[in-house]
């Protein structure tokens, strides 16, 4: 079975265990250890979270042309715990970032994104007396230069997978006591510092920003131990004809495909959020049957860099089906054909697939080493579940796991204030993992 990011031991630092309800006069302890607790026995449904959003913060990037200023949003994800004893831990869980090109010697990087690394999520050390809170944090980074200067590795027959860059460092920050009791308001203040750890193509040595005073959003509450954050993936549908008077333009199918992927990415507090269609007049580009057409179909990336573009064309002969590019990284995207509707049996959880492969998570049995390049930290999806391959005349399952819900990871993912609970099933499995 896969090993769930939800799972990965780490030793809690604790303030007081009164935090929740005595009010602050009991939280000038010093953080201490707690000696042999772990992250994993604390229950899931005495947890409350709150993000810290990132939004278009002016971040000092440093490359072989020196320091450049690259505009960064997203969020950063907190954590509080209560074991049974009642003591309480706060952790870092996730960290989610894009950023605007900058120069190197070897061309722009193109957009990067940072998303969290192995040993999520990690303790956060508390000074009740003062509010400050300082974390260690591993971030996984990728921009498009490193794709053009060292590849990517094909994972299986639809799946490719970029090289990252881990890039490890520092949080230290200051909140005001009042933040860390559950829904009261709180402002943050915070700068965090990464440094290059394990280069691929080395283009970005550097990396900080300052958060300025940003109000925190208290998450609702879990609703139980299968109780998750609710996350918005944004979609970026991309279709072609010949121009805006063809008559058969593709994209017929990605209405249907959608909401097959919608309901079964539901069930993980997913939801994909599409926008409004954008068009590429080259009729040449519909049937993909040459490797020249795939790459001109993808060149220029269309789309915001904070979607996955999913590409619509009227078929993909060259990949025997859909396939994803980018996976785990802020720059995924799919190609997926229209005739995925009309094949025998249809597909139509087609496009549920390709977004597991989006979200981070390899075929099962592929093998956690190969699922893996470089840095980057894929998963493997469970057995039986979406992201079961179909095979030549099968759909995919509509099945999820707690495991696939669990792991998924991307830069794109955007966690909202709404109350979500995981519904994965599977048809063998599932009471193994919820135990
Ligand atoms: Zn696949």
């Known amino acids: 079975m896969a090993t769930s990011r939800c799972c990965r031991s780490v030793v809690a630092a604790t303030v007081s265990a009164a935090l929740f309800s005595a009010g602050l006069s009991v939280l000038a302890t010093t953080p201490t250890l707690a000696q042999g ?46 074991d049974a004893s009642g003591a309480v831990a706060l952790v870092l869980r996730d960290v989610n970032l894009l950023g605007q090109s900058v120069p190197t010697s070897r061309g722009p990087t193109g957009p990067h994104s940072l998303r969290f690394g192995p040993g999520a999520p990690v303790p956060v050390v508390v000074d009740p007396a003062t509010g400050r809170l300082v974390s260690s944090m591993v971030l996984l980074g990728h921009y498009a230069l490193i ?47 990464l440094k290059l750890a394990a280069p691929v193509a080395g283009a970005i040595r550097e990396l900080e920003f300052t958060v300025p005073p940003t109000p925190i959003a208290w998450l609702p509450p879990a609703c139980d131990a299968r109780g998750a954050a609710f996350r918005v993936l944004p979609i970026q549908p991309v279709f072609v004809r ?27 507090c997913v939801t994909l959020v599409a926008r409004r269609p954008l068009w590429i007049d080259d009729g040449a580009l519909k049937v993909l049957d040459g490797n020249d057409e795939d790459v001109a179909l993808r060149d220029g990336e269309q789309g915001a860099a904070d979607t996955v573009e999913v590409y619509v064309v009227a078929s993909a002969p060259i990949f025997g089906g859909p396939a994803t590019y980018g996976s785990g990284a802020g720059s995924a995207h799919v190609i997926i054909g229209d005739d995925t509707l009309t094949a025998d049996p249809p597909s139509l959880n087609a496009l ?13 049995g592929v093998g ?27 759909d995919n399952p509509d099945l999820q796991s707690l495991d696939n819900c669990l792991n998924v990871a991307s830069p794109l993912l955007v966690y909202r204030r709404l109350y979500c609970c995981l519904r994965p099933d599977c048809e063998s499995d599932c009471t193994a993992e919820l135990q």
Do not use: Y
């Open 352 to 364: 549920a697939h390709e977004i597991g492969h989006v979200l981070g998570l390899c075929h099962p």
């Open 37 to 82: 607790t772990t992250a994993d026995e604390v229950p899931v449904a005495a947890s409350r979270a709150f993000v810290v959003p990132v939004t278009g913060v002016a971040g000092r990037l440093i490359t072989d042309l020196g320091p450049h200023s690259s505009r960064l949003r997203g969020q950063m994800l907190f954590e509080q715990r209560r």
């Open 147 to 193: 794709d053009r200067l060292v590849g990517t590795k094909q994972i299986s027959r639809d799946q490719w997978a970029p090289f990252s860059e881990s890039f490890g460092g520092e949080l230290r920050a200051r909140l005001n006591m009042s933040g860390l009791l559950p829904d009261a308001p709180a402002t943050f203040t915070g700068h965090v510092r």
């Open 368 to 394: 956690e080493l190969w699922c893996n390049t470089g840095n980057i930290v894929l998963v493997e999806g469970s057995p039986g579940t979406v992201m079961e391959p179909s095979g030549a005349d099968a």
């Open 242 to 268: 010949h121009g805006p008077d063809d008559v058969w333009p593709t994209g017929g199918s990605f209405d249907t495909l959608l909401e097959h992927a919608q309901a079964v990415w539901n069930k993980a």
